[in-house]
């Protein structure tokens, strides 16, 4: 069971808009900032946001982060079919680890 | 381009341990201000940190593998290093090695990852 809670799945068709959520606790979304991983099949994760809602230079701004509270999400506008992926939350924990949700798998309609 | 290449042993025997290193080009790890670490995912499963160090710093481990792991650095190459010992079978996972740019730990996100290396514990 992972400290960090995501759905096992979520799903759209292509132009929806779709989110996933992130649910911790006080000691680590609620204190700390929230980063999302995009991770295509047998490949590594790839940062798609950070400091909560900050992408990084080249990921597109259909991807988008909130935080609120104990927890976070992740959008995704304008669906396309290599959103396909599994997606992954992360954050500190006060308890001096660092953690991750368990995945959520996208699939595209 | 900041790259990561992680590299060892596919195979490990139970009771083991398991060795790899990350070799970073395009940024030395002694003059860079972030932290370096390790992460692995068992086949069909999620994320799992192992830890993570910032050179001349502090070395963070979770806590659920502290006694059985060791990260360290090889300045002369530029690369740093896993030791995970007394493995089973459990331990079977893909290794990333991962760049963290923050001086801070808690600034918890990792923007440049290796390719990933399956090790396998298994007699």
Do not use: M
């Amino acid at each position: 069971q992972s400290v960090l809670i995501q759905p096992p799945s979520a799903s759209g068709t292509p132009g929806q808009r779709v989110t996933i959520s992130c649910s911790g606790s006080s000691s680590n979304i609620e204190a700390y900032s929230v980063s999302w991983y995009q991770q295509l099949p047998r490949t590594a994760p790839k940062l798609l946001i950070y400091g909560n809602n900050q992408r990084p230079s080249g990921v597109p701004d259909r991807f988008s982060g909130s935080k609120s509270g104990t927890s976070a999400s992740l959008a995704i506008s304008g669906l396309q079919s290599e959103d396909e992926a599994d997606y992954y939350c992360a954050a500190w924990d006060g308890s001096l680890i660092g953690v991750f949700g368990g995945g959520t798998k996208l699939t595209v309609l | 381009q900041l790259q990561l290449q992680a590299s060892g042993p596919g195979l490990v025997n139970p009771s083991g341990t398991l060795s790899l290193t990350c070799t970073v080009a395009g940024v030395s790890i002694t003059n860079s201000n972030q932290y370096w670490g390790w992460i692995r995912q068992p086949p069909g499963k999620g994320l799992e940190w192992i830890g993570s160090f910032y050179y001349g710093g502090s070395t963070w481990y979770n806590p659920s593998l502290k006694s059985r792991v060791t990260i360290s650095v090889d300045t002369s190459e530029n690369q740093f290093s896993l030791k995970l010992n007394s493995v089973t079978a459990t331990d079977t996972a893909v290794y990333y090695c991962a760049s963290q740019p923050s001086t801070t730990i808690v600034k918890f996100h990792f923007d440049f990852w290796g390719q990933g290396a399956l090790v396998t514990v298994s007699s």
